[in-house]
């Protein structure tokens, strides 16, 4: 009998919100119990619209719905966090993350309902199941949020319904329903987050750093929803659209959201930016060697597009050559998390309004580098890009930073938590960089023995554990500010957790395996 990969993968998680409610055990962490039961039903009702092609939207191929691994990270997200803010007593945070908690319950439940909707016949049991689940979370809703909060989980909702409808009618085949949910549902709640410190710039409190990412983020989104509904109605290949294409990205940058910037942080933010990165000698070297990473990258590019230029048109880059950059990215990160978060948080936010203005140069074929770009980039390609956008760089990216952006520096005793909570900031270069890496290269070259029901291999999970172990040590040696005390039984488990959930995993391992260990570190 053949092994599901989806039981598998839905278990794995459901262990995941054990951990967590055994931990925390309160109101929330039991909805969080009944959100997990609810979303394996409905998962399988997703799976199937997928399969008969009634999923109203086109969907990434080749993977399954992703419901069960998606719909948790918020709330497990907001459950840990708001455990650690209570614990140092920060009230502030600790009530926005009862936000976060129950916006991202609502967010999965109306994922649930739309799927129940378009489902024919309607599926009594999992309409029961979803009912109670909805229920519970809805009435400790009522419970523990005020109006005000539940006010600003509906403008989530809100924004994530119509964003929604403008980027899934836009980018088809780009995300599965559960990928859709994680990161139209973050870019949401960023969105709203601004709006509401926009509005409130008396009460506009904490690091200036912490507001570069919101602004670069809907300063993107606008850009890239103004421009894709623009280039419906006209060429955006010929000199005249990429003129105005540069222009118009002029005036968003400097017209609007540098204004925009400076109202949060009280300054210009150019001036405090040079004041940021020459604050120290030790800046400018780690900016220095970032540069050459980056001019490394670059040339690694170019040497396997020259290769294929010399040999078959047919040539990919193997799963080797793609897990380069693993290695050049997590080069990049291990000093910065050492020596200097900040600047790291600063530069990996400057990275990804780069990485994204890039692609939608190469998107739209703006002249001079769009064609080059799509040349370039094409060499790289796997399954999991089989829409118009090219995100596995943009993943990358993302993977390693989400625990450097989300790390509760308010909650944390002189910006270091104790115990396994030490190795937060790390989870992404451990789950992505050191362990996706060695799963893969492992698993590719040596590995013969494949879990159950999937391609990934027995030699490549166990090898990737064993790296990420190694990492650890060696980050004890190089990181004073951490000390583990007597979780390395925890960290061992964590660590194991989360590479049972990259070898059964179809969604992007990349945004998913951080994010888990994140939160299996935090508690």
Known sequence: MQTNPVLVESAVVFSVVMCVHMAVWNQHSWCCVALAIQAFYVQHKWDRLLRNGNAVFQWRLSANSGIVPAVMVMPLLGVTLREKCAASGNVYFERFSMVVTVTGMMLALFLSLLALGITRPVPTNTCVIAGVASSAILYTVKQTLTVSEVIEVLEVLLIFVYLSLIVLYLLPRCFT???????VGGISFIVNQLIKRSLNLAEVKGEPVHYFLPVVVVGSLLLGVFFALLFCFMESETWVSSLFFHMMT????LGILM??????IRRHPIMWLLDFVTLNDKRLCLLGYWVLLATLAILVVLHQNYQRQSGSKKHQASTVVRKYFHLIVVATFVPGLVYDRQLLHVASVGCLGAFLLLEYVRYFRIRPLGQLLRQLLTLFLDERDSGPLILTHIYLLLGMSLPIWLFPGPCAPKGILPGAGGLVPYAGVLAVGVGDTVASVFGSSM???????TKKTVEG???SVFAQIIAVAIFLIFDPTINLNSTYSWIVGSITMVAMLEAYTSQIDNLLLPLYLFILLLL
Do not use: D, H, N
């Open 259 to 264: 204004p925009w910037l400076s109202l949060l």
């Open 250 to 253: 002029a005036v968003l940058g």
């Open 177 to 183: 329903p559960g990928e859709a949910l994680l990161i």
């Open 447 to 453: 590995g013969e023995i494949r879990w159950p029901g």
């Open 461 to 463: 999970t166990a090898t």
